[in-house]
């Protein structure tokens, strides 16, 4: 990991501002939120009740607590032009959440929306050092999804050459590299290791290519999973984080330091509540991030619960930037399971498998009953060095993975080991858990 003494600013007095000047600057942002939602027929019911008729009665940041939150249902309900707040006419670009099951939620956006969206991610992405003399390959999905277009976005304000190479396809991903010099690369984080282990079975061997870092998010990933990343592909990993319903990417970003990621609080208002009372965590406290967009006009979305599970950093970091950071997702208050009574997070079992050298590039959690019990197995893919024929070793490191397991989770889990490759890949978000149990009460 390099150390830096210098930090690169996209735009130094904006990203340093002092935190009153912070508040006063979203307050006005508030004020405005407020006004376009109350052109929306959900808020101005939902406002309304709350005695909320103009954008006056937004005086102080504290105001914010007396508006109703958001939630997924709610954007649904609201399908397809129940939150848009300005004429369909000047709309210019509509993206919707990758979610899996029911109606999508549309996120609509102005000329302005998009210029400033971008100006978040060329923020975020020039914050890592960046430049133009940087060949970035954009290997996420393009389309609905809101990674594809918003990195492009950033990178070509950056001025970066960008390739738009979308997902998927890891021997095109290869010549692509060769061909351009590719240095900076942006991808789920399975897909990296899985184009990483890709390279090693077809004999390209990173010293011919020029990557110096990585754009890393979309779905959840541990400490020990960056590292892996960033010692076999010998590149800085940066963790990105964002959601379509706060534009998508360009809402939280590391910078050089890597330590915890600064949320862009002049384009977003960050609360972390405890999901099951809906008050403030406790100061550091882990609990359910609620975002308020500010930089968006044609959809305005006030205190959206992201049931994404993260806590505030307490100490300001070290880079000079004032905006506040907040640590890895650990997971949602939606993927929990629930395993013979106890609660475990997958995010658990990565941090435990990834630690361990001989586990390859992808896994899976199935869970299943077994009588009246829950029965929980990791299957987890091995290095390709690791998979000999004889099967004494691959034995004894499937008892250390359990035992490890086990030691760390309470559960004690089945382990199977397969051979590199042998899991399906997932082109976006990498589905790690195939729980067959029956919906609880049916
Ligand atoms: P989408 O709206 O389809 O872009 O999905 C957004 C969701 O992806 C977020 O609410 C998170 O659950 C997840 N996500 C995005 N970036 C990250 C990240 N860096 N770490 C963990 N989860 C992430
Ligand atoms: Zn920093």
């Known amino acids: ?100 099951t029911g109606t999508p939620t549309t996120i609509y956006f102005s000329k302005e929306d998009l210029s400033r969206w971008t100006g978040f991610v060329a923020r975020s992405i020039y914050g890592t050092g960046c430049n133009n003399t940087d060949v970035f390959q954009n290997m996420i ?56 282990s890709k390279m090693r079975e077809e004999g390209v061997d990173r010293k011919n290519l020029r990557l110096k870092r990585a754009f890393a998010g979309a779905e959840p990933y541990s400490e020990d999973t960056r590292v892996r990343i960033e010692e076999l592909l010998g590149i800085d990993v940066y963790n990105s984080y964002g959601l379509s319903e706060m534009n998508g990417p360009g809402v939280a970003f590391e910078c050089q330091r890597k330590d915890g990621l600064h949320l862009w609080e002049d384009g977003f208002i960050p609360e972390i509540i405890r999901p099951d009372t809906l008050e403030p965590a406790a100061e550091g406290e882990i609990g359910e991030l609620v975002l308020t967009c500010l930089c968006r006009e044609a959809t305005p979305i006030l205190r959206y619960r992201t049931r994404d599970l993260t806590g505030f950093y307490g100490e300001p970091c070290k880079c000079g930037r004032s905006h506040r950071r907040i640590r890895r997702i ?106 067959s149990r029956p919906p609880a009460g049916g």
């Not at 006063?24 to 405005?32: D, F």
């Not at 999804?145 to 095109?172: K, Q, Y």
Request: charge should be neutral; hydrophobic fraction near 40%.
């Open 141 to 196: 999905t393009y389309g609905l999804f809101t990674g594809g277009l918003g990195f492009h976005s950033g990178g070509e304000e950056v001025g970066m050459m960008v390739i738009p190479s979308g997902a998927g396809n890891t021997a095109r991903q290869f010549r692509l590299m060769q061909d351009f010099g590719t240095t900076v690369l942006h991808a789920t984080p399975s897909f990296l290791l899985h184009i990483e």
């Open 330 to 435: 650990k997971g949602r208050t939606d993927d929990m399971l629930i395993i013979n009574g106890v609660n475990l997070f997958p995010s658990q079992i990565e941090e435990v498998i990834m630690a361990i050298k001989e586990v390859g590039a992808n896994y899976l959690i199935v869970v299943e009953k077994d009588g009246a019990l829950d029965r929980l197995t990791v299957k987890t893919e091995v290095n390709t060095q690791t998979f000999m024929d004889d099967t004494r070793p691959l034995n004894a490191l499937k008892e250390r993975i359990r035992k490890t397991l086990q030691a760390s989770i309470t559960i004690n889990p089945k382990v199977e080991l397969l051979e590199s490759g042998s899991l399906p890949i997932s082109e976006g978000k990498a589905a790690r858990v195939l729980d």
């Open 1 to 100: 990991m390099t150390r830096h003494h210098t930090y690169q600013y996209w735009d130094k007095p904006l990203e340093t501002m002092p935190r009153e000047d912070l508040a006063a600057c979203q307050t006005a942002l508030l004020r405005k939120a407020v006004s376009a939602a109350l052109r929306t027929p959900f808020y101005r019911r939902a406002l309304a009740q709350q005695g909320i008729r103009s954008e006056d009665a937004i005086t102080s940041l504290s105001d914010l607590k007396r508006l109703p939150f958001t939630t997924k249902q709610d954007l649904r309900a609201g399908f397809p032009y129940g939150f848009l707040s300005i004429p369909r006419e000047q709309v210019v670009r509509l993206h919707a959440s990758s979610g899996t």
